[in-house]
């Protein structure tokens, strides 16, 4: 048998023209596994210095939900402010409506506001640069979402809606405006707080009873439990 080359070769298994025996290229090869030269794995302790691997948690966070580092103080007269609530507020004194112009024009349109610890007697106008010790230590921080006036003589009107508490941790600047440094409190989250949550199931339960005891407040304690 001759190849394509002319060159004489013999079958499988036979023997050259030569005299020699010829190999089948299938005895060259390995018969299992096992045959086949492995390569040596060498254990030299890298994966032990690899970083771990990213966080599955990749949350994103708005940039607008990030609260500046320093605030403008606006004292609230009579109530405290709570998160998710929004807060309406008239203001009649000058200093007061051009501290909050600043706001409105700024890029971070937040404040705090935090409950005086006296309230202001009838007739008496709530301090537009309260002194710390006339505030309580623990306030909101809210964005300024509407700011208009009815007419030019009407008071400023301000819409605030409340995101999270903030403690006062400093004061940066007394006058002409309260500014101060926030140490901010986040509410944990109902779902990762079973003590938080059962409070919850049973303070849902007391309003229900009471809207049948008492169907006068029905309307104003639906609205309340619409919004928690």
């Known amino acids: ?42 254990s030299t302790g890298d994966a032990a210095r690899q970083p771990p691997p990213p966080s599955a948690d990749k949350t994103i966070v708005l940039a607008r939900r990030v609260f500046p580092e320093v605030l403008p103080v606006i004292a609230l007269p009579h109530r405290p402010g709570f998160p998710r609530m929004t807060i309406p507020l008239v203001v009649t004194s000058s200093p007061l409506q051009e501290l909050l112009v600043q706001i409105s024009q700024s890029r971070e349109r937040y404040a705090g506001l935090v409950l005086l610890r006296r309230p202001p007697q009838q007739g008496e106008e709530t301090p537009a640069a309260p002194s710390p010790a006339e505030l309580y230590a623990v306030g909101v921080v809210a964005e300024l979402l509407q700011l208009g006036r009815p007419s030019p003589e009407a008071p400023l009107h301000a ?50 009873e009471l809207i049948q005891l008492n169907p006068l407040h029905k309307e104003e304690l639906a609205l309340y439990m619409s919004q928690t």
């Open 1 to 42: 048998m001759k190849t394509s080359l002319g060159e004489p070769r013999a079958p499988d298994g036979g023997r050259n023209l030569h005299g020699g025996s010829v190999r089948s290229r299938r005895d060259v090869r390995p018969q299992n596994m096992s045959d086949a030269p492995s390569k040596e794995t060498v």
């Open 159 to 208: 819409l605030f809606g409340v995101h999270e508490r903030f403690r006062i941790a400093g004061v940066v600047q007394e006058s002409p405006h309260l500014r101060v440094r926030a140490e901010y409190l986040i509410e944990t989250e109902m779902a990762d707080n079973p003590e938080l949550k059962a409070y919850s199931v049973a303070l849902v339960k007391s309003i229900k």
